[in-house]
């Protein structure tokens, strides 16, 4: 079985500062994970995914996320927020599953 | 290209009514999806196609019938639905189903309105 947990429901910045997403996932087998974004009455775009290679993995828009296996986490960062990426983010795990397994979802709110 | 397009934008339907959602790919991907998401949730699978064959049936209503005409195409036929049933309904595809390296790419959803 598969689970991931978004830490944060709601997360405001000030444009310009750092951003962080918290996501914690469990996962019986080497997992795979996903962040993706969701701006209002739009689709999922797709961010960023681990797939066993580096752990450090560099997404869109300049987010990034580092997979810790020891943490099992799977935090979204993004050194200066800007406005536009004011939207809901949900961090996503597919193990042996097969499908997705998503988060609650985090708003993400960047202020002015 | 990483496009999935999916009609109308919206829907407005009474609860008697009979309408289709409809999906296309073009990136020769060969698993293709349909979710729902309500307000401020996140997206809830209802089916899964893998290879033009129903796979994965997640105990969705006889009113909600899926089709999948050929390997770009994914429909999404609606029948006597219920107010409960608006949502925005999301489609998207991957390379294939199984593996787990096959991120799915998302269509810009429907939001599908019952009166």
């Known amino acids: 079985a598969q689970s991931v947990t978004q830490l944060d429901s709601h997360v405001s910045v000030s444009e310009g500062t750092p951003v962080l997403l918290r996501c914690n996932y469990s996962s019986s087998y080497s997992p795979s994970l996903f962040w993706y974004v969701q701006h209002p009455n739009k689709g999922l775009q797709l961010l960023l995914k681990y797939t066993s290679a580096a752990t450090l993995v560099k997404g869109i828009n300049g987010f990034e996320a580092e997979f810790k296996k020891s943490e099992t986490s799977f935090h979204l960062t993004k050194p200066s927020a800007h406005m536009s990426d004011a939207a809901e983010y949900f961090c996503v795990v597919r193990g042996s599953a097969r499908q997705l397994t998503f988060g609650s979802g985090t708003q993400l709110t960047v202020l002015p | 290209d990483t496009e999935v397009t999916q009609t109308p934008k919206h829907l407005v339907m009474g609860m008697t009514n009979k309408k289709s959602l409809k999906c296309e790919q073009h990136m020769g991907h060969r698993a293709m999806y349909w979710y729902k998401q309500k307000a401020k949730k996140p997206p809830e699978l209802m089916f899964v196609?893998?290879?033009?064959?129903?796979?994965i049936n997640e105990s969705v209503p006889s009113r909600f019938s899926p089709e999948c005409p050929n390997s770009s195409l994914l429909n999404l036929h609606l029948h006597a639905l219920q107010p409960e049933d608006s949502a925005l309904y999301l489609c998207?595809?991957?390379?294939?189903?199984?593996?787990?390296?096959?991120?799915?790419?998302f269509g810009p959803g429907t939001r599908l309105t019952v009166t």
């Open positions: 196609y893998s290879y033009e064959k129903l796979s």
């Open positions: 998207a595809s991957s390379q294939a189903s199984s593996g787990n390296n096959y991120e799915q790419y």
